[in-house]
């Protein structure tokens, strides 16, 4: 049992280029979140799922797109990457049956936009 | 709009004395709450969570919570510091009605314990 896991842990990238990143969950977790972790601002959720084929937006979604195809992994898209992206991205997932189930976290993904 | 604000960015203490975190919230509805404890290079994990019921929750690693309605807090304590203890710290908040369980984050509090 992996829990969840990232990939990839580190990346660099040009200003406009694109990537995606993946999440996936081995727990048959029904909710799934992206989060971005920035010095001093704490975690913030982009996108979030509540089951397989559901995406919704968080508090800062722009510039981020995501898609949820298999129930295990949701993957967090960057169509144009900007130095403003730059960041730790943290994934999570949670089994979703009661509201008050706790929230898994991903080792995390370093990106840097150059 | 919820919100959490941690007092503190850096809290420094002394092996074996008293640890203690401040975090306040705003939230329009019943919140649930919550604390996180990251390490170095790694991803948060659940230290504790208060949903409804005692406001006293205890969680790992001889950390507890009061959820106090009157001061809107939530400060995490820890009677003795250990040298395992240095971490970031996050609270959050989440609206406790809500299935989808958005949580917004504190800015952290990263704790150093002195030898």
């Known amino acids: 049992n992996a829990g969840v896991t990232q990939t990839p842990k580190f990346r660099v990238l040009k200003t406009g280029q694109s990537m995606t990143l993946l999440c996936a969950q081995d727990?048959?977790?029904?909710?799934m979140y992206w989060y971005r972790q920035d010095p001093g601002m704490g975690l913030r959720l982009i996108h979030y799922?509540?089951?397989?084929?559901?995406?919704a937006k968080g508090e800062v979604p722009d510039g981020y797109n995501v898609s949820r195809l298999k129930k295990q992994n949701f993957l967090l898209g960057l169509e144009s990457a900007a130095p403003s992206q730059t960041s730790v991205y943290f994934c999570?997932?949670?089994?979703?049956?009661?509201?008050?189930?706790?929230?898994?976290f991903g080792p995390g993904t370093r990106l840097t936009v150059l | 709009a919820q919100s959490v604000t941690q007092l503190g960015s850096h809290v420094s203490v002394s092996e074996g004395a008293l640890v203690l975190l401040r975090c306040n919230y705003s939230?329009?509805?019943?919140?649930?709450l919550f604390w996180y404890v990251q390490y170095p290079n790694q991803g948060l994990q659940l230290l504790l969570k208060?949903?409804?019921?005692?406001?006293l929750v205890k969680g790992i690693n001889g950390f507890e919570a009061e959820f106090k309605k009157s001061e809107t807090s939530f400060h995490l304590t820890k009677p003795s510091a250990h040298m395992s203890d240095a971490a970031e710290y996050f609270c959050?908040?989440?609206?406790?009605?809500?299935?989808?369980?958005?949580?917004?984050f504190g800015q952290g509090t990263r704790l150093t314990i002195n030898p």
């Open positions: 208060y949903t409804t019921g005692a406001t």
């Open positions: 959050a908040v989440s609206q406790g009605i809500q299935g989808a369980q958005k949580l917004v």
């Open positions: 939230s329009s509805v019943p919140p649930y």
């Open positions: 799922s509540v089951g397989e084929g559901t995406t």
């Open positions: 727990m048959n977790h029904e909710y």
């Open positions: 999570a997932s949670r089994r979703g049956q009661s509201s008050t189930d706790t929230q898994y």
